[in-house]
């Protein structure tokens, strides 16, 4: 009873901060992203009568390991109740061995959780012999996202995808907006020096709704998602770029204003803001977005990559740089870690 999933980690253009249910996951919009190529979870899942109890091992593409604990927080902790929920779903009792290797380094700031939550829900659900729910996507969609991530949910289908808005667990689910060949974005991910310990998104989107800003967040979102969907089907840059801008600004707003306040950007953060700015009066094409943390994520086309890239590595905070294009969602494949 073994199987292996591969999955991308995404960047949204429209970003999931706060929730309608903290239980269920339910968002409070359509989010929508695009799968990112370089950073990818390979996990295989094995579940058998060899093991005394279920062990997770994450191993980064710099080969440090950690095994996670259920204790370690709220994603881990729902990652192990994923592993319950198999065993109760097809009513056995055997423990399971699972191993996810990411292709980039572990603990960069990366979101590595939307990689790897998405690898290991499909991983265990084809182990188990659930592999009808793998290969539909939007319940494998759904699995995801109670498994401990919105963002995760997105993964799941190839190349520009979104999670729908929805009002129960059935109504939200991913949908792809177009394949990974509809268009050449390229993300350079600018991984920065780390500095302040990060807060957790779980923590974050339960204390979302103590920041004044968020419910005049909720309100302005209302037809947002749909302009930058269809700005993607049209590949209209320039319109996605002030969408997405527009929107992280006004998650961080969100985030900083909360209660207590959490602050994801740095200095690093700031000066990468005011370069974009200089590099569009440049010509260049190219915007900024940040999910939970500091490191900017830097969407351009494949035209102005390497000149981004180089622009990027340049600047003092930049530890590396990762260069995404558009990739396939989730996939079972056949080679097993183990
Ligand atoms: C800021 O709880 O879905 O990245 O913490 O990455 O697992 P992880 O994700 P989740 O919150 C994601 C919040 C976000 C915005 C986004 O990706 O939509």
């Not at 990689?115 to 084809?126: D, H, K, R, T, Y």
């Not at 996202?145 to 109504?171: C, K, L, P, Q, W």
């Not at 998104?201 to 969907?229: C, D, W």
């Not at 009066?281 to 086309?301: Q, R, S």
Request: glycine share 4%.
């Amino acid at each position: 009873m073994k199987a292996t999933a591969s999955s991308p980690a995404n960047i949204a253009f429209i970003k999931y901060w706060g929730r309608k249910d903290d239980k269920l996951l339910l968002p409070l919009s359509t989010t929508n992203s695009m799968n990112l190529s370089n950073c990818i979870a390979t996990t295989t899942v094995e579940f058998s009568e060899n093991y005394s109890e279920d062990t997770i091992t994450i191993v980064g593409s710099n080969d440090s390991t950690k095994e996670l604990k259920k204790s370690d927080g709220d994603k881990t902790e729902m990652l192990f109740n994923t592993l319950e929920r198999i065993r109760t779903l097809k009513k056995f009792k055997l423990k399971a061995k699972v191993v996810s290797k990411l292709n980039f380094p572990f603990q960069a700031g990366v979101a590595s959780s939307a990689a790897g939550i998405s690898a290991l829900v499909a991983a265990g659900f084809e182990a188990a012999g659930l592999s009808e729910k793998v290969k539909d996507k939007k319940e494998l969609s759904r699995e995801v996202r109670i498994s401990g991530s919105v963002s995760a949910a997105r993964s799941v289908e190839d190349g520009f995808t979104e999670v729908v808005y929805g009002e129960t667990h059935n109504d939200v689910y991913v949908q792809q907006i177009a394949d990974e060949k509809h268009w050449d974005l390229v993300d350079i991910v600018a991984v920065l020096n780390p500095e302040a310990k990060k807060m957790t998104t779980t923590f974050g989107h339960e204390v979302a709704f103590t920041s004044p800003f968020m419910k005049a967040r909720v309100e302005y979102l209302n037809g947002i998602p749909e302009q930058a969907r269809q700005a993607i089907l049209e590949k209209d840059f320039d319109t996605l770029a002030t969408l997405s801008e527009i929107d992280s600004i006004n998650m961080h707003a969100v985030m900083m204003t909360s209660n207590p306040a959490i602050f994801y950007l740095s200095a690093g953060s700031m000066e990468f803001i005011k370069k974009v700015q200089e590099w569009r009066e440049e010509g260049i094409k190219v915007f900024f977005t940040f999910d939970a943390g500091p490191n900017p994520h830097l969407i351009t086309t494949s035209e102005f990559a390497h000149i981004i890239k180089k622009k990027a590595e340049e600047i003092s905070y930049t530890q590396f740089t990762i260069y995404n294009e558009p990739c396939k969602g989730t996939q079972i494949i056949q080679d097993h870690l183990f």
